[in-house]
């Protein structure tokens, strides 16, 4: 495995805010040997043979759900996936309870994904087992930001100087407080871009702010695309999506005036032909797919150090 420049000594990933630009780097470089494992014939390491990851999503996912058990099975372990319909959750039994039981069973580690913001903290503090946070309400969603800029690192070397716009609804976006975090850490001026109705209070966080995609389009390095989320909003917060999509929408037009190389990237799922054009997205700037690719590499790298760390 790649060595860093410091040793890994947490147990649990629960967010990014917490960790130093070097937490992130080595966890980059692990992530980048992993790589290495996915381009083989035999995608597999022993690493954690023996190991037992249960998979814990109280929302629906796809990506992240399935990286995460691609990434648990490439390194060997045993995996399960656990779904509240069909567990006694649904009978009244307590999150806690049901993470105890299955400790009990010999898990290892556990990944969550839940609606309610802390809800992986509250976890690593009532189980022995090693927590990975894959989501948790309006908080973070660490792994996400990790493998965004595993990506941008990828293509420019490193995050250094490079202007990063964060465009959509950020107000509801566990992405974008990941992002910030770990793009700021590593170098990076970030731009958070979006109305105003979906802007939230920014606070101590080192970055700027724009109510117009126009104004800093010409400037940016990599675009990250958010989609709104409006299963999470009480009121529409604009007109009309068409005139969202005049104003914050990544069309070919709008791409007319960004630098040739810029990166276009989406966390997923997209709203196509609402933030972004299909035409954009699958273009010759879109990372979007290598976003999902080196996202089994970064996990298999984070629950790789978190088995690791000391008690």
Same mark, same amino acid.
């Given at each position: 495995?790649?060595?860093?420049?410091?040793e890994w000594?947490?147990?649990?990933? &629960?967010?990014?805010?917490?960790?130093?630009?070097?937490?992130?780097?080595?966890?980059?470089?692990?992530?980048?040997?992993?790589?290495?494992?996915?381009?083989?014939?035999?995608?597999?390491?022993?690493?954690?043979?023996?190991?037992?990851?249960?998979?814990?999503?109280?929302?629906?996912?796809?990506?992240?759900?399935?990286?995460?058990?691609?990434?648990?099975?490439?390194?060997?372990?045993?995996?399960?996936?656990?779904?509240?319909?069909?567990?006694?959750?649904?009978?009244?039994?307590?999150l806690l309870?049901?993470?105890?039981?299955?400790?009990?069973?010999?898990?290892? &580690? @556990?990944?969550?994904?839940?609606?309610?913001?802390?809800?992986?903290?509250?976890?690593?503090?009532?189980?022995?087992?090693? @927590?990975v946070n894959?989501?948790?309400?309006?908080?973070?969603?660490?792994?996400?930001?990790?493998?965004?800029?595993?990506?941008?690192?990828?293509?420019?070397?490193? &995050?250094?100087?490079?202007?990063?716009?964060?465009?959509?609804?950020?107000? %509801?976006?566990? @992405?974008?407080?990941?992002?910030?975090?770990?793009?700021?850490?590593?170098?990076?001026? #970030?731009? &958070?871009?979006?109305?105003?109705?979906?802007?939230?209070?920014?606070?101590?966080?080192?970055?700027?702010?724009? %109510?117009?995609?126009?104004?800093?389009?010409?400037?940016?390095?990599?675009?990250?695309?958010?989609?709104?989320?409006?299963?999470?909003?009480?009121?529409?917060?604009?007109?009309?999506?068409?005139?969202?999509?005049?104003?914050?929408?990544?069309?070919?037009?709008?791409?007319?005036?960004?630098?040739?190389?810029?990166?276009?990237?989406?966390?997923?799922?997209?709203?196509?032909?609402?933030?972004?054009?299909?035409?954009?997205?699958?273009?010759? %700037?879109?990372?979007?797919?290598?976003?999902?690719?080196?996202?089994?590499?970064?996990?298999?790298?984070?629950?790789?150090? #978190?088995?690791?760390?000391?008690?």
């Amino acid at each position: 495995m790649a060595e860093g420049k410091i040793e890994w000594t947490r147990k649990h990933l &629960l967010g990014l805010r917490e960790l130093s630009r070097e937490e992130i780097e080595l966890i980059l470089d692990t992530a980048k040997s992993f790589a290495e494992v996915n381009k083989r014939s035999i995608k597999k390491t022993p690493v954690l043979r023996g190991k037992v990851v249960v998979n814990m999503f109280f929302e629906d996912s796809t990506r992240t759900r399935n990286s995460f058990t691609l990434a648990s099975r490439r390194l060997s372990a045993d995996v399960i996936e656990f779904t509240k319909k069909s567990s006694a959750l649904s009978k009244g039994e307590t999150l806690l309870d049901t993470a105890r039981n299955l400790e009990a069973m010999g898990v290892d &580690l @556990v990944v969550i994904r839940h609606n309610a913001g802390g809800t992986p903290k509250l976890l690593s503090r009532s189980i022995d087992a090693c @927590v990975v946070n894959a989501g948790d309400g309006f908080h973070e969603h660490p792994t996400q930001a990790l493998l965004d800029v595993y990506t941008i690192r990828e293509k420019f070397g490193s &995050l250094d100087g490079l202007k990063i716009g964060i465009v959509g609804d950020i107000a %509801n976006s566990r @992405v974008a407080r990941s992002n910030v975090y770990a793009m700021t850490k590593l170098g990076a001026e #970030v731009t &958070l871009i979006g109305p105003p109705t979906l802007m939230p209070p920014i606070g101590d966080l080192p970055v700027k702010v724009s %109510n117009s995609f126009d104004d800093v389009i010409e400037s940016l390095d990599v675009v990250n695309m958010l989609r709104v989320q409006f299963e999470r909003l009480s009121s529409n917060p604009f007109p009309s999506k068409r005139e969202y999509t005049r104003l914050f929408g990544l069309t070919e037009q709008r791409m007319k005036r960004a630098k040739d190389n810029i990166a276009v990237m989406h966390p997923g799922p997209m709203n196509r032909g609402m933030e972004i054009e299909s035409s954009v997205a699958d273009g010759a %700037n879109s990372l979007i797919l290598k976003q999902v690719t080196n996202g089994i590499a970064v996990r298999m790298a984070v629950l790789f150090l #978190v088995s690791r760390a000391p008690e």
